[in-house]
Nanobody, 121 residues
Framework: QVRLVESGGGSVQAGGSLRLSCVAS????????TRWYRQSPGKQRDMVAE???????RYRDSVKGRFTISRDDAKNAVYLEMNLLKPEDTGVYSC???????????????WGQGTQVTVSS
């Protein structure tokens, strides 16, 4: 069973930075899509950034130029570097990963448990 463990959330003042990490375990073979989502208070969960299998990287307009998604396939990890944080970036950040795992090379899609990011003005 594939498990995602996130870390790096916290509380910062506006203009600060945080780096989120998401590490997958469970005999991972290949990572395909890796995404970060955010759910702000009272709002639906939205995609913040993603890396798709052909290497294309996409960002939500509101975070372009401030957030950077990256991944290390050797460590089965995906990261989100967040700079110039704003109060509206506050929310629960969750990673979502698809890929293949196990001796039978089965496909999987898994969510992390979520990590809270709070940005104060």
């Amino acid at each position: 069973q594939v498990r995602l463990v996130e870390s790096g959330g916290g509380s910062v003042q506006a203009g600060g930075s945080l780096r989120l990490s998401c590490v997958a375990s469970g005999n991972i073979r290949v990572l395909h899509v890796t995404r970060w989502y955010r759910q702000s208070p009272g709002k639906q969960r939205d995609m913040v950034a993603e890396i798709v299998p052909n290497g294309v990287i996409r960002y939500r307009d509101s975070v372009k130029g401030r957030f950077t998604i990256s991944r290390d396939d050797a460590k089965n990890a995906v990261y989100l570097e967040m700079n110039l944080l704003k109060p509206e970036d506050t929310g629960v950040y969750s990673c979502f990963v698809t890929g293949t795992a196990g001796y039978d090379v089965r496909t999987f899609d898994s969510w992390g448990q979520g990590t809270q990011v709070t940005v104060s003005s």
